[in-house]
């Protein structure tokens, strides 16, 4: 549990801030632009979400790019915002640029940004004179890297000269800026942002390790005038192109941060190691010197990486300056999302407690973000939630909500799963051979938490001898989440006396019921024993789950739809089946439903199973691999399913408190045929032999839904089809490689 956030000295407690991810950067000509993504630019009363968390400021965009993209502002957007913002009670934190370059007619290497910026800062200030915080740019220095020194984004320079330019054309529009604003409103606050992580390394590369940590500070001693002579840095900003005028007008006109923003993830801690036959291709890399690898610090520190706590004291103690943690997010499952902010909040208490002057924690990515696995190089798709996942037809609120909204209230907060600490936290973050440091006399700090997998509540898997079974277990033990799987023996479903025996035992905080009759044509043959297994055991699951408040998740079928739809079907649609396994799985949903309103009941569709190979993908590929004829229905369309997808989303939805019918299945409707022959081409394999055929020549018993296609209201949760099967292919792979090896 964690508790509230008022010290013992009676100081105000520390805020909880907000924040939207508005990247607007620049690829060539391509602009990617999180706003439309996520769907905030469309919705005004996602402001009212905010508000109702509790949260006492938001870091909020009113950008440059898309507020005066041709020089001409036009601030209908942000009036109708910051208007709204300001009548619920929320400070604004008004950000001008997010990893940006500014409009089409500038970049970061153009010295007119300066002046262009500093126009646009003060009409916003003209236009809200009530505003007082403002971050003009954010994260300077991460931007000049990847747009200046990486080449990832516009103007995409790959050297030391470019990267310099960036940094300073960024820190003085900041310093532009800010005189701006300040002669409109002068209680204005710059509120800057930084990313700040470390840099380690074996003794060889100690003076990169040391280049690199003195360079993280560049952008906030620049801002407060501390490059001078002096400044370990200055001889290297020399050889780039700097002339000793520049710095000595950054030196005589400072423009100091009134609160200094963290932003601290779990890659911000880097290790770099001259033994490159340790670590992975894509992670060499070099310095014209040296040839090294670069990777996170916490998949290969024995002691583990630092963490929030000595990053804040750090520049606490380097600035003496207000500090705030202003971005906290963490892509991943939402057990880990949970662990992440409730260890940043508890090192902001931690450092204020030391003595820091600790102002806030901000809960990132209330929106989540797109394509920030690829450092938004291009429009992968790829979504990490927040605060609330924008997937369905309205943001929903997940765990995360319901964390900041106790941490906003001063309120306590607790959930089964903050028992196991994050995986950054446990043995099974080493990817490669563990290396101990020590660097000027400080070792890496400890992990601040056990490395053992403590015991906590765990969850229930009925259905240890069935496939979706074993891939909740397998996936329960990667996210740290304490499980119990039970075979029919342990735990028959059907049976009150038996259920109600496993859950004295075991007192789980949740059942995740993968048990039941599965052999569709055999349902219609025995009938009685298909309803047992696939209807009376769901309800009286419900019902024991009822009378101890645990939470129940249940999985129903595609087969409860009669196909005479032409559209995939959503949550509402009724269900017809004409099947016996289909009635059993319809009864199910009823009567779990009727007995515990707050169960969670999944239909899915079509199993791909990487560790599992009775399922018809692997049947087929087998069949093409061995040159034999396989035969596949051209008039049947399923959505398929990949287990892992599958029990992810389930356990983050099971996390989130969510209840009723849900959909999940990849997205993409497909025959079987078609399925078949999509992944012969994904494994390389010719499907000459496939042998397309009505399903009625197959010999089924049970009658099949000719359509069966499922889709969401609630949301569509899982990636498309064929990044499913790219992945099962590599993990199939991947673990024959691993096979031959042993």
Not at 298 to 324: D, Q, T
Not at 725 to 742: D, F, I, K, N
Request: charged fraction near 25%.
């Amino acid at each position: 549990m964690i508790g509230p956030g008022a010290d013992d000295c009676g100081e105000p407690a520390i805020e909880i801030w907000g924040g939207v991810e508005c990247t607007v950067n620049r690829v060539g000509d391509a602009y990617h632009d999180q706003l439309d993504r996520n769907g905030h630019a469309r919705r005004l009363d996602d402001l009212d979400r905010f508000a109702e968390l509790g949260l006492r400021a938001l870091r909020y965009p009113v950008l440059w790019e898309r507020t005066a993209p041709d020089g001409l502002a036009r601030f209908a957007w942000s009036d109708a915002r910051l208007g709204r913002l300001r009548d619920l009670g929320v400070r604004p934190i008004v950000g001008l640029v997010h990893h940006g370059s500014g409009p089409p007619r500038t970049s970061l290497l153009d010295p007119s940004f300066v002046e262009g910026l500093a126009r646009f800062a003060r009409a916003v200030a003209e236009r809200y004179p009530w505003v007082e915080d403002y971050t003009p740019v954010n994260e300077p220095l991460t931007t000049a890297r990847f747009s200046g020194l990486y080449g990832h984004w516009y103007p995409h320079g790959q050297d030391g000269r470019a990267f310099i330019r960036a940094l300073l054309t960024q820190c003085r529009a900041i310093a532009a800026a800010m005189r701006a604003v300040r002669e409109v409103n002068p209680r204005a606050r710059l509120v800057q942002t930084e990313d700040l992580g470390r840099t380690f390394s074996t003794p060889l590369l100690a003076y990169q390790a040391q280049h690199e940590n003195h360079r993280r500070w560049l952008s906030l001693d620049l801002l407060m005038g501390r490059v001078g002579r002096d400044h370990p840095f200055y001889p290297q900003l020399l050889e780039w192109g700097v002339s000793e005028g520049e710095l000595e007008a950054l030196v005589a006109s400072p423009c100091p941060p009134d609160i200094l923003g963290v932003n601290y993830y779990i890659t911000s801690e880097r290790f770099i190691d001259e033994r490159l036959e340790r670590y992975p291709p894509w992670a060499h890399g070099g310095n014209g010197r040296h040839a090294y690898a670069d990777v996170e610090a916490v998949r290969v520190l024995a002691g583990g990486m630092g963490g929030h706590l000595p990053r804040l004291l750090e520049v606490w103690e380097r600035y003496r300056r207000p500090v705030a943690i202003t971005e906290a997010h963490l892509g991943g499952s939402r057990e880990e999302q949970l662990r992440w902010l409730v260890e940043a909040y508890s090192a902001a208490v931690a450092a204020r407690a030391v003595g820091a002057d600790v102002r806030a924690v901000t809960a990132w990515a209330l929106l989540g973000s797109f394509d920030w696995d690829s450092l938004v190089v291009s429009a992968r798709g790829r979504y990490e939630p927040g605060v609330f996942d924008v997937r369905g037809e309205a943001p929903r609120p997940t765990a995360l909500a319901g964390l900041v909204r106790a941490l906003a209230r001063g309120e306590p907060f607790s959930h089964p799963v903050l028992s196991t600490p994050g995986w950054w936290r446990r043995p099974e973050r080493l990817l490669y051979p563990a290396v101990s440091v020590e660097e000027r006399g400080v070792a890496i700090e400890p992990s601040g938490g056990p490395t053992a997998q403590p015991e906590g509540p765990p969850i229930v898997i009925a259905g240890a001898a069935g496939m979706l079974g074993r891939a909740f277990a397998r996936l329960c033990a990667r996210r740290g989440l304490p499980h119990r799987m039970l075979s029919r023996a342990e735990m028959d479903i059907a049976d009150p006396a038996s259920v109600e025996r496993a859950l004295e035992r075991h007192a789980p905080w949740a059942v995740v019921n993968t048990a039941g009759y599965a052999r569709v044509d055999d349902a219609e043959l025995e009938p009685h024993r298909c309803a047992r297994e696939n209807a009376s055991g769901p309800a009286v699951l419900a019902a024991a789950c009822r009378e101890r408040g645990v939470r129940l998740v249940t999985f129903s079928s595609d087969q409860v739809f009669d196909g005479a739809g032409t559209t995939p079907y959503v949550e509402t649609d009724p269900a017809r089946p004409l099947s016996a396994y289909g009635r059993s799985k319809a009864a199910a949903e009823r009567q779990v439903l009727s007995i515990l309103p707050t169960a969670l009941v999944v239909r899915t569709a079509a199993f791909i199973d990487p560790w599992d190979e009775a399922h018809f993908v692997a049947a087929a590929l087998r069949a093409f691999r061995d040159g034999r004829p396989f035969s596949a229905a051209e008039d049947l369309i399923v959505t398929p399913t990949y287990t892992p997808d599958l029990v992810d989303a389930t356990l983050d939805l099971l996390i989130d408190g969510e209840g009723g019918l849900w959909h999940l299945a990849n997205r993409d409707a497909v025959t079987w045929a078609e399925l078949a022959a999509r992944s012969a081409a994904l494994a390389r394999l010719t499907a000459a032999l496939l042998v397309r055929c009505p399903g009625s020549a197959l010999g089924f018993v049970a009658p099949r839904p000719r359509y069966s296609a499922l889709g969401s209201q609630r949301g569509l949760l899982l990636p498309a089809l064929d990044d499913a099967l790219e992945r099962y292919l590599s993990t199939v792979a991947e673990a024959q490689l691993g096979r031959q090896a042993a």
